[in-house]
């Protein structure tokens, strides 16, 4: 197996993406990682392996950029030298943490849709308190949607919750503003009757509120929606562990208290970090293209790589290919 990664994409490249790397490498005997980017500037990080190669790139995809624009223009950037080895079959599936918008045109017009899908959708796996997380989208690959895409993201979404998260029978919400089926605009009144027939376990509609309490495995809505829910739901944990940290260092008692609960503040900090679970995968893709967060540190390089390999061996794509090309035929 060999995974294709973004040696330059992210606020800390390329120091933290080749640790996560070795990392990973150490971790897994089986891999290979085919590591693109400015080989100078990299080479301080790498330690020789055998399962490591480097190519050297030219070009790099800023934060600044264009997407499509820079991915049809630089050519020898190395996010999407990346994708072209997934393209060519050199490499079975890729990570960045770089330029969002760039890797989804990268993953779209140079590692192909799936034919049957009409809208590759961004997933990642958000937290719950329970610590099982869930699988939500479109997290913004598609500001705006219709019912059968929705439906789409719905049937995706649930075959990847079931190889690589372990779930039997993943349950699917659609996020609307009211559980009764009438609630909502127009775009969630038309997609109700259609998830309610197709091949997933749908449970109707859940709010917004509910969404880290595991109302459902996987929850669908559209890119513009799920994408301030995301933004929300980090902000929202970013402010309370300022609050939370404010209490803390109020007094010379309260500091005493820090000291004794550090571990678990630690605990309840990584529970709430969505890093933790991998990268957000863009569902609909020929091969696996897995979205770092772009502050990942080599942990989170780490566990997008380990989400990745178990895509591939799962066959995430293969799965939703034969389910696109099965649906079509009927």
Avoid: W
Avoid at 63 to 88: G, I, L, T, Y
Avoid at 283 to 295: E, Y
């Amino acid at each position: 197996m060999k995974i294709a990664v973004d040696g330059m994409g992210g606020d800390h490249a390329p120091k933290e993406i080749v640790e996560g790397v070795q990392r990973a490498l150490q971790e897994f005997p089986e891999l290979e990682v085919v590591l693109f980017g400015r080989e100078e500037e990299m080479k301080p990080y790498i330690e020789n392996h055998e399962r490591l190669s480097v190519i050297d790139c030219a070009e790099v995809i800023e934060a600044e950029d264009d997407p499509v624009r820079s991915v049809r223009r630089k050519k020898d950037a190395s996010m999407v030298r990346m994708a072209q080895a997934v393209k060519d079959g050199e490499a079975d599936g890729c990570v960045s943490a770089g330029n969002t918008g760039a890797l989804m045109a990268a993953g779209l017009f140079v590692v192909g849709r799936i034919e049957g899908v009409d809208r590759p959708a961004l997933a990642p796996t958000l937290p719950t308190v329970d610590g099982k997380g869930f699988v939500m989208l479109d997290l913004g690959a598609n500001a705006e949607a219709r019912p059968e895409h929705l439906v789409q993201y719905a049937v995706m979404a649930g075959i990847y919750a079931e190889k690589v998260r372990g779930i039997a029978n993943p349950t699917v919400g659609l996020l609307n503003i009211g559980t009764e089926e009438k609630k909502g605009n127009e775009l969630t009144k038309a997609a109700y009757p259609l998830l309610k027939e197709a091949p997933v376990n749908f449970i109707g509609n859940v709010e917004s509120r509910e969404l880290l309490n595991g109302a459902a495995d996987v929850v669908v809505t559209d890119g513009f929606t799920g994408n301030i829910v995301l933004k929300t739901i980090e902000g929202t944990a970013m402010s309370l562990f300022s609050m939370i940290k404010d209490v803390f260092t109020s007094s010379a008692k309260t500091k005493l208290s820090a000291l004794l609960v550090r571990n678990e503040l630690s605990g309840l900090k990584s529970m709430l970090d969505y890093s933790e679970y991998g990268g957000a995968a863009l569902f609909g893709l020929n091969a696996p293209v897995i979205k770092a967060h772009g502050s990942s540190d080599a942990n989170a390089v780490f566990n997008a790589i380990r989400q990745t390999r178990t895509m591939i061996e799962s066959d995430v794509a293969g799965t939703i290919r034969q389910t696109m090309k099965g649906a079509a035929d009927q």
